[in-house]
């Protein structure tokens, strides 16, 4: 009896020793969260200014120098018994203060704690804490935020200063620190630079834009007549679906025009009535005529296409009047892509909706679905629970039992765009939609590399079965090997967990699993899977690059690090040891490409009839011919200036469909404009708006060098001696690190994505043919008739800024151009690069805004700000001032 009392005593003094320090831990979480953060970039070149970046180990010897400052608004802070949480996309390197250590976690995840010589927290009093980290940090987005603190086994809390995405809460505007290197000569927009930009376009009278078609038609007449749809249209859609023929009312009823009377509309399906290069997929004819519009389609693709013109020509805003025609077309590419990462960040259904709307009207064919990636695991998978209960999941779990661990600014809760997933349903539905509109949807499972959530959800799936007892089913679709020791980084930092195993059996039982799984959706769906998408980009370790030396034997210019402590992927596995000793991998730089077929035999046997993977990915295969599919297609994303035009040969005459996905045009998560406010990485290009990704020549890869520079503003030469077969397609890529929301996700889609869908469907006529050999020197050679560029432009951006935006749906959060203005002789003069879009000035400082009218310019004294506004009046460009 006595014994069991002293337990239950202990018991009770145990207990409530815990919860003191629970309640003491959870008092200092909530004050540090208090704190007031600010981060500071000092120094973006500080291998220039006296800092070694090569021997603290920076990739390129590249490297700058921030500040951490934390403000305590309150009572002194003197624990010791904190961490601070917080992600960051550079690696930080060093350290500047003997109060402080940071520590890298995994990912971008790296935590800050006190060391013993710690003074703490004082009330209204500031401290320091001044880092090293490598590269740049040239874009305020390069900061991200819900910094989080932890004490103990108390609640961990969201610094509150940090928990939002309007950056300059808690960033100091990077200012002088704008430039990579000191001889980066790109041009930094501001109000002036953007006016002297845009200064070559004039906005065009209505007559000018009569009768345009957007995406341009091949060939289009233009009669002197008007059709009127104010009465409506009665449809004759007998060759479209059911769920097509609903799309397109919808779509008529956005626009103002009722279906079902008024203006007909008679169309029909007449393949044998196309020749030629016009006898492909979404061809079609249309005519407007003061007694009805006939549309002949090669399929019923080009029907929905030829509706889409119709709809393409009826005016936003007042009467629906459209030119009479006639349109023979056919588009340039079979692919005409749409890629979204929503793995890094979650985006919503409803946002993927939106879009796929948006591009089917303008006759984009293809969604590119990224559905995992070391962050996130996004689709439901029937009997892998885990995936999407761990892998979909980030918080603060140190165990990742319950979920990953916070990544990319999602903090410590499953709350945010961190967290989320499409149910089998969810997917169903985004699958049906997409094919109401012929688009068809390409899954992305990405692997063998980027596969950390796929790797963490059946190391978890492994654990609950095992102690089930239930070892062969455990085994059965585990990703890791557990007797691989690798010390491996990827290009994201993530260690070896970041990469499946290629060498496990049941590597390809999960792969088998989950393409049967998805499979089984597109099926239900009624649009069968005919593409899989295998991924397959950057197996490899980051710091066996080039940019990295031996600071053993050392090169100049060269981040030095101890080369013989990393590991190439998998080198440490023995299973896979032995199927190199063996003989059935050369080595283990071949083994992604060696696993690549492996897939492509089981894609084969689900009857699917191509496989697609980013073309690093199949770099250790020979051609497409190995390949278990019928055919192959790689997303060719090498940049331009850096030898792009040439390689990008080497896998069309590999046998590869070429889908053109290049970062230094196509990548819309880079910035629009050379300005540390835009958002978005920027290692590919400093900048992609609308008119640059317009004057790209997909299919002749060398001309761009005349027409763009390099991503340090400089001019590039590019030719190839080799043949060009031609690309397959096109695609244009939204990755999501810094894409948190839905709204960001769609500032960075439109309206650039307009720009691509006419470089996907039409081939202008400044566009020059390949020719092999021929070399284009930026500056220098001037085959590109530059006039002719900007005239096609001129028109293109007045359709953009006059017609096509204020079509766009209005739940849609697209880009509006910051204007560009200056003061001369005291009257603002403004513009803005897509002429139409309103613009807005204000002398009091922001407090009352008036339209800006170039016919009356206003007479103006002192500072003046200036933004854009949308057509509906509700939405607003980024402010600036015209000095």
């Not at 991503?711 to 043949?723: I, V």
Request: glycine share 8%.
């Amino acid at each position: 009896m006595k014994k069991f009392k002293a337990s239950v005593t202990g018991g009770a003094i145990s207990a409530l020793l815990w919860s003191g320090m629970a309640l003491a831990g959870q008092e200092t979480v909530d004050s540090i969260s208090k704190l007031k953060l600010n981060y500071t970039v000092n120094d973006n070149h500080a291998a220039q200014h006296g800092v070694d970046c090569a021997a603290l180990g920076a990739d390129w010897a590249s490297c700058n120098k921030a500040t951490i400052k934390l403000t305590n608004p309150g009572e002194a802070i003197t624990s010791k018994d904190w961490t601070i949480w917080f992600p960051s996309i550079r690696m930080i390197l060093k350290t500047d203060s003997d109060q402080f250590k940071i520590t890298h976690i995994v990912g971008d995840l790296h935590k800050l704690e006190p060391t013993d010589k710690f003074t703490g927290f004082p009330t209204n009093g500031t401290v320091d804490i001044p880092i090293v980290n490598e590269y740049w940090q040239i874009f305020m987005s390069d900061a991200i935020p819900r910094w989080y603190v932890t004490s103990g086994e108390a609640k961990p809390k969201v610094i509150a200063s940090t928990d939002t995405e309007d950056l300059e809460q808690f960033v100091t505007p990077i200012g002088e620190q704008w430039k990579r290197t000191p001889e980066d000569n790109n041009i930094l927009m501001t109000a002036r630079t953007r006016f002297e930009k845009n200064s070559d376009v004039k906005r065009l009278n209505a007559s000018a834009l009569r009768g345009q078609i957007l995406p341009t038609p091949k060939a289009v007449t233009v009669h002197a007549q008007d059709v009127d749809l104010s009465k409506g249209v009665k449809l004759e859609l007998a060759s479209l679906d059911k769920a097509t023929i609903n799309a397109v009312q919808a779509r008529f009823a956005r626009l103002g025009v009722k279906t079902g009377a008024g203006y007909p509309v008679r169309s029909e399906v007449k393949t044998e009535a196309f020749s030629g290069n016009d006898a492909v997929s979404g061809a079609y004819t249309l005519s407007i005529g003061e007694q009805g519009a006939v549309i002949t389609g090669y399929d019923a693709a080009g029907v929905f296409y030829g509706l889409q013109s119709i709809m393409s020509l009826i005016p936003a805003e007042g009467d629906k009047k459209i030119a009479a025609l006639d349109v023979k077309d056919a588009p340039r590419f079979a692919y005409r892509g749409m890629f979204i990462d929503v793995a890094r960040n979650f985006h919503t259904k409803s946002a993927i909706l939106r879009a796929i709307d948006q591009i089917a009207a303008l006759k984009m064919n293809k969604f590119h679905f990224h559905l995992s990636d070391d962050e996130g695991w996004r689709i439901e998978i029937p009997g892998l629970p885990e995936l999407t209960e761990v892998g979909g999941k980030r918080c603060h779990d140190l165990t990742e039992k319950s979920c990953l661990l916070p990544q990319l600014g999602s903090g410590p809760d499953a709350n945010t765009n961190g967290s989320g997933w499409f149910t089998r349903a969810d997917y169903i539905d985004i699958v049906k939609y997409a094919a109401a509109r012929h688009v068809q949807v390409i899954p992305e499972i990405d692997m063998p590399a980027h596969a950390r959530a796929a790797v963490i959800s059946m190391e978890a799936r492994y654990d609950r079965l095992m102690k089930e007892g239930k070892e062969k089913e455990a085994n059965q679709y585990r990703l890791l090997d557990p007797t691989d020791t690798s010390n491996t980084t990827g290009v994201q930092y993530y260690d070896r967990t970041g990469y499946l195993n290629p060498c496990m059996g049941s590597s390809r039982n999960f792969v088998d699993k989950v393409i049967g799984e998805i499979q089984s959706m597109h099926k239900e769906a009624g649009q069968p899977l005919k593409t899989w998408h295998f991924g397959g980009d950057e197996a490899k370790n980051i710091y066996l690059g080039a940019g990295y030396t031996d600071k053993n034997n050392p090169q100049e210019g060269k981040g030095r690090i101890d080369i013989s402590k990393q590991d190439k992927p998998w080198a440490k596995s023995r299973i896979c040891q032995t199927m190199l000793k063996e003989g059935k991998v050369a080595d283990l730089e071949h083994l992604p490409g060696w696993f690549a077929l492996q897939v492509s035999k089981i894609v084969n046997a689900h009857g699917i009839d191509k496989m697609m993977a980013w073309q690093d990915g199949l770099k250790g295969v020979k051609d497409a011919s190995e390949f278990a599919t019928k055919r192959v297609g790689v997303n060719f994303w090498d940049t331009l200036y850096w030898g792009g035009a040439d390689s990008v040969n080497d896998w069309a005459n590999k046998g590869y469909e070429v889908t053109v996905s290049n970062p230094d045009y196509l990548y819309l998560d880079f910035p629009q404009e050379v300005d540390p406010r835009e958002p978005g990485f920027y290692w590919g290009t400093r900048f992609s708006d609308e008119r640059k990704i317009f004057a790209f020549a997909p299919n002749n890869m060398p001309q761009n060098a005349e027409t763009s520079v390099d991503r340090d503003g400089n001019a590039f030469t590019s030719g190839s001696d080799k043949n060009w077969p031609g690309a397959y397609g096109i695609s244009a890529q939204v990755w999501s690190e810094v894409v948190r929301t839905d709204d960001q996700l769609e500032y960075r889609l439109f309206p650039r994505l307009f720009s691509v869908a006419e470089r996907a469907w039409h081939r202008a006529g400044w566009e020059l043919d390949y020719k092999t050999g021929r070399e284009f020197k930026g500056g220098e050679t001037h085959f590109v008739d530059k006039a002719a560029l900007a005239n096609d432009w001129e028109r293109f951006a007045n359709l953009l800024g006059q017609r096509e935006l204020a079509k766009i749906n209005p739940d849609i959060a697209w880009r509006l151009s910051v204007p560009g203005a200056r003061i001369v002789s005291g009257t603002l003069e403004a513009n803005i690069a897509l002429p139409g879009l309103g613009i807005q000035y204000s002398t009091d400082g922001g407090k009352t805004w008036q339209r800006y009218d170039d016919s009356a310019r206003p007479q103006v004294s002192d500072a003046v700000l200036i933004r854009s506004v949308s057509p509906d009046g509700k939405r607003f460009s980024r402010v600036t001032p015209v000095n």
